[in-house]
């Protein structure tokens, strides 16, 4: 079983800046998608950031220019490095791991999702 696990969240003054990690478990042999959502209270959640194993990246228009999405595949981990940080960032974020099947290694590299627990991200004004 996969496990996906955030870190890095925490409390900040608007214009500060806050690096989320979010590291998966298992083969970093296998293709993958990872992204970003956050939910704020009262809120549905939303998408923040994509990267894939491929290094693909993308941003939903909030956060353009502000937060950079990187990644250590052999460490299976991702980062979201937030600059600028506005109250509106105010939510909880989650990561999402999504395993593809990987022909070359099928029999470890099954298809498959999995989120995290979430990390807290608060922005005062």
């Known amino acids: 079983q996969v496990q996906v696990v955030e870190s890095g969240g925490g409390s900040v003054q608007a214009g500060g800046s806050l690096r989320l990690s979010c590291a998966a478990s298992?083969?970093?042999?296998?293709?993958?998608?990872m992204s970003w959502y956050r939910q704020a209270p009262g809120k549905e959640r939303e998408f923040v950031s994509f990267?894939?194993?491929?290094?693909?990246?993308r941003y939903a228009d909030s956060v353009e220019g502000r937060f950079t999405i990187s990644q250590d595949k052999a460490k299976l981990t991702v980062y979201l490095q937030m600059n600028s940080l506005i109250p509106e960032d105010t939510a909880m974020y989650y990561c999402?791991?999504?395993?593809?099947?990987?022909?070359?290694?099928?029999?470890?590299?099954?298809?498959?999702?999995?989120w995290g627990q979430g990390t807290l991200v608060t922005v005062s004004s």
């Open positions: 999402k791991y999504q395993r593809r099947f990987t022909p070359r290694y099928w029999r470890t590299c099954t298809s498959l999702d999995a």
């Open positions: 298992g083969s970093n042999q296998c293709g993958y998608d």
């Open positions: 990267i894939d194993s491929g290094g693909i990246t």
